[in-house]
């Protein structure tokens, strides 16, 4: 959880900022090819976001607000974005770990 929330903190200030969210949203969308002028459908999937995160209310998300979502609903982990491996390449990982090692 908290490597995840670090891959989101853009600027490691401790918060998921609605700009670090927007930047990220909208990264999302470029790579899917759908990037046309999403501007307005992004800002309330930021409102939702926030308001689903937000423990505090404070307009920001903090780790302990990240964690206590998280905690409560896993699919929201990758909420901003993939920031984990897929199996597959966790599993070449871990096999090229694993020879290195034994090397």
């Given at each position: 959880i908290q490597y995840c929330f670090s891959i989101y903190d853009l600027n490691a200030d401790g918060y998921i900022s609605r700009e670090e969210m927007l930047t990220m949203l909208k990264t999302c969308l470029v790579r899917q090819g759908l990037e046309e002028d999403g501007d307005e459908g992004v800002k309330d999937l930021i409102e939702m976001t926030l308001k689903k995160m937000d423990d505090d209310k404070d307009g920001k998300v903090s780790f302990a607000d990240f964690e206590?979502?998280?905690?409560?609903?896993?699919?929201?982990?990758?909420?901003?974005?993939?920031?984990?491996?897929?199996?597959?390449?966790?599993?070449?990982?871990?096999?090229?770990?694993?020879?290195?090692?034994?090397?």
């Open positions: 206590t979502t998280v905690k409560n609903e896993p699919l929201m982990l990758e909420a901003f974005g993939p920031c984990l491996p897929t199996n597959k390449f966790g599993d070449q990982f871990i096999d090229s770990f694993l020879e290195q090692t034994n090397e």
